[in-house]
């Protein structure tokens, strides 16, 4: 696969071999950030659960301490205080059905997340279609859907992400920017992973998780290495191994790459 000067000078940088500590894989990533913005760091975490089961789900919503660094539009379906709360809280756009009919008929998008009311999700459902594929409709379980719309608008704003599983069961979010520094970056990081640990932990079975990896949008990935990050130590009986992961895109833990993806699995 090609790849660009800039991209290839970062990746001598990183011991493909290794799997680094937390601190010191938050400091290679800003150390090899090339791109002239300023590039979103995302970690990815392979569980050991298999998605395809309801009861194996793991997903959630977290304020990380930080936040994401990203501008949220938000959008919030209200009527009467709740809207005027809304308003005051912080949210971009606030409606009923008039935003409903914005969005059917002007195929409308100009935001990112979107919080509801109880008493408007009747209406909020019709919207179901379109909100639902690209990630935008609103869930009690993400506490997007919530009688208390304006702290809902003060989290969103204020850098809460959502993790879900995908098909893959992997997680895969956004931790933070290049400019918040190693420091900043891991403790967003550590705060995100203790959510997924916790969420995770009620399922009771399988490993916590297989593999992780946190990686620059545009820039080469990093392992983490589980015990010295202070995530799970490992205990008697569990041991590395190194095989193939099909499936994905780019150089995620779901990619299928030239050398084995290491991991972390029960023997």
Same mark, same amino acid.
């Given at each position: 696969?090609?790849?660009?000067?800039?991209?290839?000078?970062?990746?001598?940088?990183?011991?493909?071999?290794?799997?680094?500590?937390?601190?010191?894989?938050?400091?290679? $990533?800003? &150390?090899?950030?090339?791109?002239? !913005? *300023?590039?979103?760091?995302?970690?990815?975490?392979?569980? #050991? +659960?298999?998605? %395809?089961?309801?009861?194996?789900?793991?997903?959630?919503?977290?304020?990380?301490?930080?936040?994401?660094?990203?501008?949220?539009?938000?959008?919030?379906?209200?009527?009467?205080?709740?809207?005027?709360?809304?308003?005051?809280?912080?949210?971009?756009?606030?409606?009923?059905?008039?935003?409903?009919?914005? $969005?059917? &008929?002007?195929?409308?998008?100009? !935001? *990112?997340?979107?919080?509801?009311?109880?008493?408007?999700? #009747? +209406?909020?459902? %019709?919207?179901?279609?379109?909100?639902?594929?690209?990630?935008?409709?609103?869930?009690?379980?993400?506490?997007?859907?919530?009688?208390?719309?304006?702290?809902?608008?003060?989290?969103?704003?204020?850098?809460?992400?959502?993790?879900?599983?995908?098909?893959?069961?992997?997680?895969?979010?956004?931790?933070?920017?290049?400019?918040?520094?190693?420091?900043?970056?891991?403790?967003?990081?550590?705060?995100?992973?203790?959510?997924? +640990?916790?969420?995770?932990?009620?399922?009771?079975?399988?490993?916590?998780?297989?593999?992780?990896?946190?990686?620059?949008?545009?820039?080469?990935?990093?392992?983490?290495?589980?015990?010295?990050?202070?995530?799970?130590?490992?205990?008697?009986?569990?041991?590395?191994?190194?095989?193939?992961?099909?499936?994905?895109?780019?150089?995620?833990?779901?990619?299928?790459?030239?050398?084995?993806?290491?991991?972390?699995?029960?023997?």
């Amino acid at each position: 696969m090609f790849r660009g000067k800039k991209y290839q000078e970062s990746a001598k940088l990183i011991d493909k071999s290794a799997q680094y500590e937390a601190a010191e894989g938050m400091d290679l $990533i800003c &150390k090899t950030a090339k791109a002239k !913005f *300023d590039e979103t760091v995302e970690l990815h975490v392979k569980l #050991g +659960v298999d998605s %395809r089961h309801a009861d194996q789900q793991v997903r959630g919503a977290i304020v990380l301490p930080h936040g994401t660094g990203k501008t949220v539009r938000v959008l919030v379906f209200a009527k009467g205080d709740k809207a005027d709360a809304a308003r005051e809280a912080g949210a971009d756009y606030v409606g009923d059905m008039d935003m409903v009919e914005k $969005i059917q &008929k002007e195929n409308w998008f100009d !935001f *990112d997340v979107v919080i509801a009311s109880p008493d408007m999700m #009747g +209406v909020v459902g %019709r919207l179901g279609k379109v909100l639902g594929p690209k990630g935008l409709m609103p869930s009690p379980k993400a506490g997007t859907v919530t009688p208390d719309v304006a702290k809902a608008v003060q989290e969103s704003k204020a850098g809460k992400i959502e993790y879900r599983l995908d098909k893959t069961n992997i997680i895969h979010c956004p931790i933070g920017k290049v400019s918040f520094g190693a420091e900043k970056l891991i403790e967003n990081y550590n705060a995100l992973m203790g959510a997924i +640990v916790k969420a995770k932990a009620r399922q009771r079975q399988g490993p916590v998780y297989q593999e992780l990896c946190y990686r620059l949008h545009h820039g080469p990935r990093r392992e983490t290495e589980h015990g010295k990050a202070g995530l799970k130590e490992l205990k008697e009986g569990e041991i590395p191994l190194s095989i193939p992961l099909n499936g994905g895109n780019g150089d995620v833990p779901s990619a299928k790459t030239e050398n084995d993806i290491k991991f972390w699995e029960n023997a």
